[in-house]
């Protein structure tokens, strides 16, 4: 017997949940070019939405990419330079004092990772290349305990 495997794209609905997803950057991105492919209506309504809110740029970006293709004539938004999370110094505090005194940045990142992987994601996102820097930083300068 023979099977074919048929693979069926992706819905409007399954797109835009995953384009709202909070903990992952990539597969909003991911999201946000398949969304351009539908070029419809909805498509672009929920692509404008996310090049003007979502918290990390490089989805932003994707998401005015997608529009111009569609034909949207549209204006990147400006990069803001905000707390991408309320509070998060507070969130990366607490992260630290559940580390036991002397652990490594390494061990602080990886525990950030597992508690909060939303807030380790956007801004590793929103970071780039800097965001072993940043975080370092701010590990840094968090009182040890």
């Known amino acids: 017997m023979n099977e074919e495997i048929v693979e069926l794209a992706p819905t409007v609905d399954e797109l835009k949940k995953a384009a709202n997803g909070a903990a992952n950057w990539e597969e909003r991105v991911r ?3 398949e969304l ?3 070029n419809d209506k909805q498509a672009i309504g929920i692509l404008t939405r996310i090049m003007a ?3 990390v740029y490089k989805v932003q970006e994707a998401a005015f990419q997608a529009l111009k293709e569609c034909g949207e004539d549209v204006e990147m938004p400006p990069r803001k330079e905000r ?3 309320k509070g998060v110094n507070k969130i990366l505090l607490r ?3 559940s580390l036991p005194v002397g652990h490594t940045f390494e061990e ?3 525990k950030l990772k597992k508690m909060r992987v939303d807030v380790y994601n956007t801004y590793e996102g929103d970071k780039g290349a800097d965001f072993d820097k940043w975080l370092e930083g701010i590990w840094a300068s968090t009182p040890k305990k």
Request: no cysteine; proline share 0%.
């Open 83 to 85: 707390e991408l999370f």
């Open 31 to 33: 999201a946000v070019e």
């Open 95 to 97: 992260v630290k004092k």
């Open 108 to 110: 602080f990142k990886e």
């Open 36 to 38: 351009g492919k539908l």
């Open 53 to 55: 809110n979502d918290s």
